[in-house]
């Protein structure tokens, strides 16, 4: 059962536009969810994070928004650059006494000029 | 400040042999997950250890395994390699509880 998913494998974007990237979760336990962003042949790369009990977080042209009802989080890119191209894999952190982290399958991003 | 090292970056091995990971956390760090990742799947959770116990087990076979040692610096090891390993091995270091986890570039292991 994938409790973290991505529905979206792919998106392709404008250069100097909005990316929006989505991620759906199913467990209300999660306490923290994280976005990465990853290259071929690399190790992700931490992006930007949020708590559960906040509803937004910002940092730079990155922004994190959580809705708990919705069980729906979302990383919006403004403006977007190519060098934004990645594969996103949205996470969230399991609850209970860990630092395990699950992942969804992620999403090619493409920004074109 | 060193970031999370893996050796070997590339590994080729024959269906059936055994191979050892290696994974170095960033200095302070107790914290160790192992996750691995295939073609078209995200990064699957394979274990976390801690103070050199294992914390948490993924849903691996028990051909899958590692340990951490007192330097918190980890191995995994797979026995009877099988065609569908062949995947990319990436260990995570932590601190304790953190929001935030640092991987290494990861193993890039091909069975033949």
């Known amino acids: 059962d994938q409790q973290v998913k991505q529905n979206s494998p792919s998106l392709s974007v404008q250069e100097g536009r909005i990316s929006i990237l989505n991620c759906d979760y199913t467990?209300?336990?999660?306490?923290?969810f994280l976005w990465y962003k990853k290259y071929p042949a690399e190790g992700p790369t931490f992006l930007i994070s949020?708590?559960?009990?906040?509803d937004k977080n910002e940092d730079g042209r990155f922004t994190v928004f959580l809705n708990k009802s919705a069980k729906h989080l979302s990383l919006h890119i403004v403006p977007s650059q190519p060098g934004d191209s990645a594969v996103y894999f949205c996470?969230?952190?399991?609850?209970?006494?860990?630092?395990?982290?699950?992942f969804g399958t992620g999403t090619r991003l493409q920004v074109f000029p | 400040k060193a970031g999370v090292t893996q050796t070997p970056r590339y590994l080729i091995k024959t269906r059936g042999q055994q191979v050892t990971l290696s994974c170095s956390p960033i200095?302070?760090?107790?914290?160790v997950s192992w996750y691995q990742q295939t073609p078209g799947q995200g990064l699957q959770f394979l274990f976390e250890?801690?103070?050199?116990?294992?914390?948490n087990k993924g849903n691996f076979p028990g051909r899958f395994s590692g340990r951490q040692f007192s330097n918190s610096r980890s191995e995994m090891n797979v026995s009877t390699l099988e065609l569908g390993d062949s995947a990319l091995y990436l260990c995570?270091?932590?601190?304790?509880?953190?929001?935030?986890?640092?991987f290494g570039q990861g193993t890039r292991l091909t069975v033949v």
């Open positions: 949020i708590s559960s009990i906040k």
């Open positions: 200095s302070g760090h107790r914290s």
């Open positions: 996470a969230a952190k399991a609850p209970y006494n860990t630092d395990k982290l699950i």
């Open positions: 995570a270091s932590s601190l304790e509880y953190s929001t935030e986890a640092f």
């Open positions: 250890y801690f103070s050199e116990t294992q914390r």
């Open positions: 467990n209300s336990m999660f306490d923290y």
